[in-house]
Each structure stands twice: as structure tokens, then as C-alpha cells.
């Protein structure tokens, strides 16, 4: 009996599946089946690191080609925060990009950082406020938050890494 139950059960499933199909206007009829989760995310990709990341929420910039990324230093155009900590060359490292992000950010002060200062890269990936020394430097935010000194965290809105020549 209990098999009985269950091919009409799933015969029941199966028409109601093909009715629910069959009246969908036509051309869309499949789309409600589709993953929405899945596809393209502008404000992030995955690239390979060229060698270890130790600490997540560094600064990365365009590595040995156009596939990898490489810790950011003081005079580098940064490409995004660096959100996992790959432990060798080659591996697979999240990257949240400059510019296209609708949500603040967290990065590794090098030194202190008031809130509302106007930050830039600094050594090993690591953020500073911009300097007043001369210079070219890359803006790529506004700190949210007070860092008290070397790595901490500091949350700050980021913006596309824009140039500032500082000449005193």
C-alpha cells in the first residue's frame, strides 16, 4: 500500500511541475529554475597570489600578470584588499576591488590613523594617511575609524585609487 502511495505521490509532483511549467508565458518558462546566486560579482574576484599573503585585509596591486596579485608598497597603484591569506604562491586569494565596492572596508594601519583622514598604501600592504612629504601617492579612502598604531584594523570607505602629487 505504502508503495502505492508513493508513485502516485510522485506522479502528482510531476504533473504539477508540468502545469506550473506549461503556464508560464512562453520563452521564460524555465527561469524560475535558474541559480540567482551564481554569476558575475564586479566588486570582487579571485586572482593567484605571487607568493604568501601572512594577514588578510592587506593591499594588493596587479601582480606578475594579469592572473595574479602581489602585496601593494608605497609608490604602487593599488587594485583592492586582499581578503584571504594565501600560504604559498600560486593559491587562490579573494580580492574586494578599488572603486566598485558599495560597502566600507577594513584594512592594516602602519602607523596611527584618525578618523576622517585621507589614506594611501604604505610598505607591505599595509595603509597610512597621506603623507605631507613629497611625493605621489594613491588615495584609495577616508578612514571610518581611529587606528592607534601598527596592525590594527582600520575601517574605511574606499574609493577609486586616485593620484596626489604632494610638493611642498
Known sequence: MNTIALIV???AIF???????ASRPHGRALTFLANVAE???PAKMTFLADAAISTRYLLVKPGSDSS???LCGTGDIPLGI???EPSAAEEGVSVNLLGVQSECQIGVASAEILAGALI???ASGKLRT???????YYIIGRALK??????DLVEFVPCFPTQRVVAT
Open 9 to 11: 505521490s510522485i506522479v
Open 15 to 21: 504533473a504539477a511541475l508540468v502545469w506550473l511549467v
Open 39 to 41: 554569476g558575475f560579482q
Open 68 to 70: 595574479h596579485v602581489a
Open 82 to 84: 586582499a581578503t584571504d
Open 120 to 122: 594611501v598604501s604604505a
Open 130 to 136: 597621506l603623507p605631507t612629504a613629497n611625493g605621489t
Open 146 to 151: 581611529t587606528a592607534a598604531g601598527d596592525g
